[in-house]
């Protein structure tokens, strides 16, 4: 049982240019998310999905797509990076949004645009 | 909107004591509340979950209180050991949101020495 994965772990862009975050479940989960963390601050949600084909914006949404064409995906896109873009960002996971639901975490994936 | 602190940022202290970590929340309205362990360069991992009906939750050497109506949690960690370094985060659902939607504080960063 893989739990949640996140690739790549590290990547470095350059501003303007695009790529995609991956994260995949295989707990049948139909609750994910994707929170960035930055120094001193606490998580941030940026989108998030309560099964698949439906999504949501979550706090800071600008600059990031998404899309859930299955329930085991949920890749995070940016469109045109910005320094204001580097962070660290997670995949959570969840058997639903009831509240009680361990709630689980990927290993992150440390991003850095130049 | 959801303001969540925790004190303190960082501590330090020598194995076998006893500790709290304080977190605070400025609106009690909320439909649970979560404390998470993150270990560097890893993802987050759920300690204890507190509905908020409930006054508390233990895990082994882990007790978790919950004061809604003053907004209030802590951690309370018993005969702490090298291995319980890390840094810990709260975490708030609201009532009326998505369910799934976490807000988290900065985190207590907390080292335990030999």
């Known amino acids: 049982n893989a739990g949640v994965t996140q690739t790549p772990k590290f990547q470095v862009l350059k501003t303007g240019q695009s790529m995609t975050l991956q994260c995949a479940q295989d707990?049948?989960?139909?609750?994910m998310s994707w929170y960035r963390q930055d120094p001193g601050m606490g998580l941030r949600l940026i989108h998030y999905?309560?099964?698949?084909?439906?999504?949501d914006q979550g706090e800071v949404p600008n600059g990031y797509n998404v899309s859930r064409s299955t329930t085991e995906d949920f890749p995070l896109r940016l469109l045109s990076a910005a320094p204001s873009q580097t962070s660290v960002y997670f995949c959570?996971?969840?058997?639903?949004?009831?509240?009680?639901?361990?709630?689980?975490f990927g290993e992150g994936s440390w991003l850095t645009v130049v | 909107k959801q303001e969540v602190t925790q004190i303190p940022a960082a501590l330090s202290v020598p194995e076998g004591e006893n500790l709290v970590l304080n977190c605070s929340f400025t609106d009690s309205a909320i439909y649970n509340l979560q404390w998470f362990r993150q270990d560097p360069g890893k993802g987050l991992t759920s300690l204890l979950l507190i509905q908020s009906s409930q006054r508390e939750q233990t895990s082994g050497r882990l007790n978790a209180s919950l004061d809604k109506s003053s907004g209030r949690s802590t951690l309370y960690i018993a005969a702490s050991q090298p291995g319980d370094s890390a840094t810990y985060l709260c975490a708030v659902t609201n009532r009326g949101s998505t369910l799934g939607r976490l807000y988290f504080g900065r985190g207590t960063q907390l080292t335990v020495w030999p």
């Open positions: 959570a996971s969840s058997y639903s949004e009831t509240a009680g639901n361990t709630i689980y």
């Open positions: 707990m049948n989960h139909e609750y």
């Open positions: 999905s309560v099964g698949a084909g439906i999504t």
